[in-house]
């Protein structure tokens, strides 16, 4: 009986372009949802979800707040049979609505039973079966572990791009703190040990994942009992659904990796479901700088690179000297296409089981910049390490690598000889340094110079010295053929001369006067003082001129020269100090390359200036 | 003695120099009796005179003038060893072209 007053056919004809073919039209409440408001929302009122059905389709309705009372009267009901006075059919979010601002029930018919087998409207069918989905709640599919939200489906300008059957889907690119209701669809890309800890305040525990969807990463924690409860939910390579409440706070920098502001923290109740649809896992994505770029990365920054295994170190392990655990660690040395090459530190259970081969390209996600030996890199805990990965970046390397020279060097971050505790490695022009002068304070600094000897200052050259091992204290000749040494307490005929050498140095900007110690005055001179001051002695007793063609014959050569530069006072006036610490021979192909590298920088500025 | 201006080149210059005199430097791939082939960016025919003796495996920069195939008569050579970084001798080549003026006339 009913079933003939039904419009059929009215629900689809509501949304084509005539409009409905009745005024009208009379459909049958097969289901009825109270929704309850957010606190905090700004009209908190109650509204109803309302499914309509024409018999051949069923749609959602909103009952609009005016209308509350036809359901809080208790005339509508579900199954009971209604005529539409005043709706307006709305599309959100792919969905086909109706808003009804009037509606009466037709009491006649009572309630009945679901009349036919109504179909959704729209082509697509209904979410997956098994998934959530929080806004078909037609039907009896009871809806497995997390419930769904109570949805604010309104017909609002949703600005979320929710393709599925989450509403609110949000781009991990879009969270912050502001956003108030959002699912995100997102990779578990690592997931950390649940770790514990117990101080002053008392102890707890926590994990953390780092989600990864299209359009970026962010990090999420959960504590204690969360911490507990979303454990074994989580698998890295996994897709889910991640759902508020969830709170976004600021990223707390010095412990992810990741470039996002934001971080999760999970709540008690935010919802965590496995997705159904585990296609489109979103890549995970790497921001690659390369090996010779890293000079212009701040320490301490976190970076991606990839580049190929030139080196492996065994494991070790060490000792922290502040919570005395035991780490293992481990170096490689990468290179890449840059011709420069990098120390980077794995560490524990990555550095135990590594076994890549030699030349094999590797891709590090999450690792630190520290400027130890220069520059050199660490992978983080919450980094991760891809071999061989099948990404555009590495066929590059791969290319490059085959096509290369097998055997070309590659220039270093690191001092050909550990420089003692990691200090600044400026490769400065003497110009700068002169310039800086005034800058100079009492703590040294230092710096790197590449530059040829002009001339060496041949009046004092060497210091007789103690020849105990290791002690260079100034011997005295109390008596001829008698060296005293003080701190030693003994007598040596002979001493050993050490350099003390004052020498001028030039490179294209400028000149500059340094002083070194013994084992750079020997480079610089090419035989040990002890000799140098033997031929001295000797051209005083046969007039000869030997010692200077020495001095003359250290002159014109290239160094590279570390030097520590300090500010000194000389009788009342400060004087700037310039010592070498160290000096080595120079790299050729590096210092080429290092050339090369500058002159590619004027092109670059060329190409802003000029059109050619 | 007048030098005449050699400017360095690689296999893909050598169309744009032919008939000038030039230098390249390169590795020696092959030695095939009065004739040999070293690698510059390319493979490079160089016609040796009796003066030059090439190692397979060595750099060795060639002065000489690029005739109508493409090969160089060579008029000296010079072993530069196996320590060359041939990355930095590209390097060097590409910056000369680049700033051509300082380096040679290109009437």
């Known amino acids: ?612 | 003695m007048d030098h005449p201006q050699t400017p360095r080149i690689l296999a893909p210059h050598l169309s744009n120099f032919q008939h000038r005199i030039v230098r390249v430097l390169g590795k020696v791939v092959q030695l095939r009796g009065d004739m040999a082939v070293i690698d510059a960016g390319g493979n490079v025919d160089v016609i040796l005179n009796r003066d030059s003796h090439l190692a397979v495996g060595h750099a060795v920069e060639i002065i000489g003038k690029v005739d109508q195939n493409l090969y160089i008569k060579v008029q000296a050579a010079t072993d530069f060893g196996t320590g060359v970084d041939f990355n930095a001798v590209n390097a060097v080549v590409e910056a000369t072209h680049r700033y051509k003026e300082i380096f040679y006339d290109d009437n």
């Open chain 1, 1 to 612: 009986m009913a079933e003939g007053a039904i419009t059929q056919g009215a629900i689809q004809s509501i949304f084509q372009a005539s409009g409905c073919f009745v005024e009208h039209p009379i459909l049958q409440c097969v289901q009825i949802k109270t929704m309850e408001p957010k606190a905090g929302e700004p009209n908190a009122v109650q509204r109803f979800r309302v499914v309509l059905s024409d018999i051949r389709n069923f749609i959602q309705t909103m009952i609009a707040t005016a209308a509350n009372e036809i359901v809080t009267s208790g005339q509508l009901k579900k199954g009971s049979i209604v005529r539409l006075l005043k709706y307006n059919p709305q599309r959100v979010k792919d969905k086909n609505i109706l808003i009804i601002m009037d509606l009466e029930v037709l009491t006649q018919y009572g309630e009945l039973e679901k009349i036919g087998q109504p179909e959704a409207l729209e082509s697509k069918p209904e979410p997956q079966p098994a998934a959530i989905s929080g806004n078909n709640f037609y039907g009896s599919k009871p809806a497995p572990a997390p419930q769904p939200q109570p949805q604010r489906s309104l017909p609002t300008h949703q600005s979320n791009p929710g393709t599925s059957s989450h509403p609110h889907l949000y781009p991990i690119e879009g969270l912050s703190p502001y956003a108030h209701k959002w699912t995100i669809r997102a990779r578990c890309t690592s997931k950390s040990d649940m770790k514990e800890w117990a101080n002053q305040k008392g102890s707890g525990k926590l994990f953390s994942v780092n989600l990864l969807d299209d359009t970026g990463e962010i990090r999420a924690t959960a504590f204690t009992e969360v911490a507990d409860k979303l454990y074994p939910i989580f698998e890295e390579g996994v897709v889910y659904y991640i759902s508020a409440p969830c709170r976004v706070t600021l990223a707390k920098k010095n412990f992810s990796n990741l470039p996002n502001d934001y971080e999760l923290q999970f709540e008690r109740d935010t919802e965590v479901e496995k997705a159904e649809d585990q296609e489109n896992k979103p890549q995970i994505r790497f921001n690659f700088t390369k090996i010779g770029d890293l000079n212009s990365v701040e320490k301490d920054t976190t970076i991606d690179t990839v580049g190929i295994l030139k080196e492996v170190a065994e494991v070790t392990t060490i000792t922290s000297k502040t919570t005395n655990k035991d780490f293992s660690k481990r170096e490689l040395t990468m290179a890449d296409d840059t011709q420069t090459a990098v120390r980077l530190t794995i560490w524990g259970k990555t550095a135990e089981s590594f076994e890549a081969p030699l030349e094999s390209i590797i891709a590090f996600k999450g690792v630190k910049v520290s400027d130890f030996n220069g520059r050199s890199l660490s992978l983080l805990s919450s980094g991760s390490m891809l071999v061989d990965p099948d990404i555009d970046e590495a066929h590059k390397l791969r290319g490059w690598f085959n096509a290369t020279d097998q055997n070309a060097t590659f220039s270093t971050y690191q001092n050909t000889s550990s420089s003692g505790g990691g200090s600044k490695n400026d490769a400065k022009l003497i110009s700068t340094i002169l310039e800086e002068e005034t800058y100079l304070q009492d703590t040294p600094s230092y710096m790197s110079l590449r530059a040829s000897v002009l001339y060496v200052r041949n009046t004092t050259v060497a210091y007789p010295a103690c020849s105990t091992a290791g002690c260079n204290k100034k011997v005295i000749e109390d008596n001829p053929g008698s060296w005293w040494c003080e701190k030693c307490q003994a007598s040596f005929p002979e001493p050993n001369w050490r350099y003390v050498l004052t020498f001028n140095v030039a490179d294209h900007t400028g000149t500059m006067w340094l002083s070194c110690f013994d084992e750079a005055g020997q480079a610089i001179v090419g035989m040990s003082a002890n000799e140098a001051m033997k031929i001295k002695i000797d051209d005083e007793e046969n007039n000869t001129q030997k010692f200077m063609d020495i001095m003359q014959e250290a002159t014109c050569k290239p160094f590279n020269f570390r030097v520590r530069a300090k500010m000194e006072t000389y009788n009342e006036t400060p004087k700037p100090r310039y010592q070498v610490m160290n000096l080595y021979p120079l790299n050729y192909a590096q210092e080429a390359n290092k050339l090369a590298q500058l002159i590619k920088q004027y092109e670059i500025n060329e190409d802003s200036l000029f059109v050619h």
